[in-house]
């Protein structure tokens, strides 16, 4: 079957940095998306990677895998405003997104 | 990036009626259209995958007669929930993608419907 995983919740501290880490198992790979959710909200896009390697966006980076199925978002400089699930969703071979469950990220002062 | 809107935010309704929620593309064209619901606290749960111009495809465990989807254009889909009862109060999501790469999906605010 199709798997994502993700923790299910993290802490961290304002000003500091923080990883999330995803992990997949699906038929097929097109790619796989972070999302951000805030409480009540849609989600919102926030990273796409279909290649190997590092792809920085301002305070965040997204990191791929594709031989180890796993992914990372980092989160530099934590604002309290980046409280929030972070979503690992990966488009399989038939272009179908796959989502995991959600990271909850609770940002301390 | 591409603008997907959703109406209504919010919907309140008695038991035993039918609600629509519309979803929009603003910007682009929506080749496949996608029907989210997510209750408290839990991830989202895809219900069905529209194409313009076709049936749409239900997951499993979610009843097509109950929840029609329509997709009538490469703008707008709507979802009716017929006879809502109050177990169908949800957060409800629609997205969008166009059909070229990177398949991004993008995502309409919501509709949060109660069903009293």
């Keep these: 079957g199709q798997n994502i995983d993700q923790p299910t919740e993290m802490t961290a501290t304002e000003g500091a940095i923080v990883q999330i880490n995803c992990t997949y198992q699906t038929s097929g790979f097109n790619g796989l998306f972070w999302y951000q959710q805030h409480a009540g909200e849609a989600p919102t896009f926030l990273s796409y990677n279909v290649l190997d390697g590092l792809e920085e966006k301002g305070r965040f980076s997204s990191f791929l895998s594709r031989s180890k199925g796993y992914s990372y978002l980092l989160l530099k400089e934590l604002q309290m405003k980046d409280s929030a699930s972070y979503l690992c969703a990966v488009l399989d071979s038939n272009y179908q997104l796959i989502w995991g469950a959600g990271t909850k990220l609770i940002i301390k002062p | 990036g591409a603008v997907v809107s ?57 009843e097509k007669d109950k929840f029609l989807i329509n997709h009538a254009s490469l703008t707008l889909s709507t979802l009716t929930v017929t006879s809502a009862h109050p177990e169908d109060s949800s957060f409800y999501i629609c997205s969008a993608r166009a059909g070229t790469e990177p398949f991004e999906q993008y995502f309409g605010p919501g509709t949060r419907l109660t069903v009293t």
């Design chain 2, 6 to 62: 959703q109406h209504p935010s919010r919907v309140i309704c008695k038991s035993g009626t039918s609600v629509k929620i519309e979803c929009r593309s603003l910007d682009f064209q929506a080749t496949t259209m996608f029907w989210y619901r997510q209750f408290p606290k839990q991830s989202l749960m895809l219900m069905a995958t529209s194409n313009e111009g076709s049936k749409a495809t239900y997951e499993q465990g979610v």
